[in-house]
């Protein structure tokens, strides 16, 4: 489902995500952790408020939001 939150609508987006509910520690996984982080992506993968995650997430640098990670060495740590 697309995510028709207009823009300027505050943060009452927060109140329809998927993630509500589930363990917090999901969107912070371990280094290569990649079981945790699979779960967190599937469950992203069906929030109806993804856009506006995606749009949020531009101000974080920890953690999955939006289905992407967003600790950039998290892939490359040997
Ligand atoms: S896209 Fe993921 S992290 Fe963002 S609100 Fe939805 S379930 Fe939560």
Redesign the pocket.
């Known amino acids: 489902m697309p995510d028709q939150q207009p823009a300027g609508a505050g943060m009452d987006w927060?109140q329809r995500?998927?993630?509500i509910g589930h363990d917090p520690e999901l969107?912070f996984p371990k280094p290569r952790d990649t079981t945790t982080a699979e779960r967190?992506e599937a469950?992203?993968a069906r929030?109806p408020?993804?856009n506006a995650?995606r749009r949020a997430a531009k101000r974080e640098q920890h953690g999955?939001?939006?289905?992407r990670h967003r600790f950039a060495s998290w892939e490359t740590t040997p």
């Not at 999955?64 to 289905?67: K, L, M, S, T, V």
């Open positions: 927060r995500a998927a993630c969107w967190a469950i992203c929030c408020v993804i995650c999955i939001w939006a289905g």
